[in-house]
């Protein structure tokens, strides 16, 4: 779904308020593009019949760490190297490093080499789709993942409420917060259900936060 507001950056989309002067929130998930291959990776190792211990591990720690949404935190927390992000101003820099692990052609680099000490069980098996495939094709089951998920709400959302999809968040109103993440929440526990059970709570997965800052409530424009 393609429209100007998803390519204009997010400084600029914090001075937009909705035609009735209302302001704008944002419903995303926590950490998504690692997140999302994290359920992938989860969901392929559930199809096996036998995990080796160490496998049963990671998997636990991953599906904890996303169901806090705190894989990013994590990450910064327990790495020699990552910890050099532990900064606000430089938490855009720790983004960039993961996700260049994730994506990227790099598999002997230091940002790959560490997450793999974190991750070993989880990394071979992106290591592995990137030399058995193409790098780009892990980016696209990330994608494309998020598309079933972000996309298919997006589509579920009644046509009178103000929103935007913007790849991994949805824009919409202070009013309608409560609506998006609930069909989020659905939607994640129809594709992933054999790893978030019924019971699980997902109310750390789906942030809501403001958007519109100050300056846009100040404006007379």
Same mark, same amino acid.
């Given at each position: ?8 950056? =997010? ?5 937009? &308020? ?8 944002? @419903?995303?998930?926590? +950490? ?33 760490? $996303? ?11 327990? +790495?020699?190297?990552?910890?050099? $992000? ?5 938490? !855009? ?7 260049? +692990? ?16 974190? $991750? ?23 994608? +494309?993942?998020?598309?079933?998920? $972000? ?26 917060? &409560?609506? @998006? ?11 992933? !259900? ?15 936060? =403001? @958007? ?10």
């Amino acid at each position: 779904i393609y429209h100007l507001a998803a390519s204009v950056p =997010k400084h600029i989309r914090e001075c937009f &308020k909705t035609k009735e002067n209302e302001e704008i929130y944002e @419903v995303d998930m926590a +950490s998504a593009q690692p997140s999302i291959l994290l359920l992938e990776w989860m969901r392929w190792l559930g199809k096996r019949k036998a995990l080796k211990q160490a496998e049963n591990a990671e998997y636990e720690l991953c599906r904890g760490l $996303f169901l806090e949404g705190g894989i990013y935190a994590y990450i910064r927390d327990n +790495s020699n190297y990552y910890s050099q $992000f532990n900064t606000k101003e430089r938490y !855009g820099e720790l983004k960039e490093e993961i996700l260049k +692990s994730l994506n990227g052609k790099k598999d002997k680099a230091p940002f790959v080499l560490a997450l793999k000490k974190l $991750f070993p069980h989880f990394m071979k098996w992106v290591i592995d789709i990137k030399e058995k495939e193409g790098h780009k094709r892990v980016s696209h089951i990330g994608q +494309s993942a998020e598309a079933e998920i $972000f996309v298919e709400v997006y589509k579920r959302l009644p046509e009178d409420i103000f929103s935007l999809i913007i790849h991994d968040c949805i824009l919409t109103t202070k009013e309608n917060t &409560k609506l @998006v993440r609930g069909l989020l929440v659905e939607r994640l526990r129809e594709l992933y !259900g054999d790893i978030i059970p019924s019971g699980e709570s997902l109310e750390k997965v789906f942030k809501i936060e =403001k @958007v519109t800052n100050e300056f846009a409530n100040k404006s007379k424009i």
